[in-house]
């Protein structure tokens, strides 16, 4: 999915398209994000924007997915169903746990919740955010910013 071309303001052009592992894409212009998913176009100036951090998979809990799982498998020799629960229970928390990695969430100045999205490249979305965020930082008048990005394992 692209960006509509009558999103596009007179004489703004698409400096950057990035797709997403969902469906969809995130544009940047100069002024603004555009974020195209699910038949739906958000438009987000990048001076409401107020922080953007990125996830990546958390191997603590899929560890502790995984181990879940093969206790659940070993312990079906004392009750099955128990057993299979448990099994049952571990296997959705991985799978719950791999598709949200890489997951980016940006937060808006006026929103009540954070935009979403899962870049296909977080890498490269990162790195496309990033000069605009230090621009952003060195024009505040505090000086400071609260843009953050998660450490990466």
């Not at 990695?101 to 935009?115: D, H, L, M, S, T």
């Not at 990033?130 to 008048?141: T, V």
Request: overall charge negative.
């Amino acid at each position: 999915m692209t960006v509509p071309s009558d999103a596009l303001a007179d004489g703004e052009t698409v400096r950057e398209r990035l797709a997403l592992r969902t469906g969809g894409s995130v544009a940047l212009t100069d002024d603004r994000l555009l974020v195209s998913a699910d038949d739906e176009l958000t438009s987000v100036a990048f001076d409401d924007v107020t922080e953007v951090t990125v996830e990546d998979f958390d191997y603590f809990l899929g560890v502790l997915s995984a181990v879940l799982v093969g206790w659940g498998l070993y312990s079906t020799q004392r009750n099955a169903a128990l057993g299979l629960g448990f099994a049952a229970f571990g296997g959705v928390s991985l799978y719950w746990t791999y598709r949200k990695r890489g997951k980016a969430r940006i937060k808006v100045v006026g929103r009540p919740k954070p935009i979403s999205v899962f870049p296909a490249d977080t890498e490269a979305f990162y790195d496309a955010l990033e000069p605009l965020m230090a621009e952003e930082s060195s024009g505040s008048a505090s000086g400071e910013s609260d843009r953050n990005r998660e450490n990466r394992n």
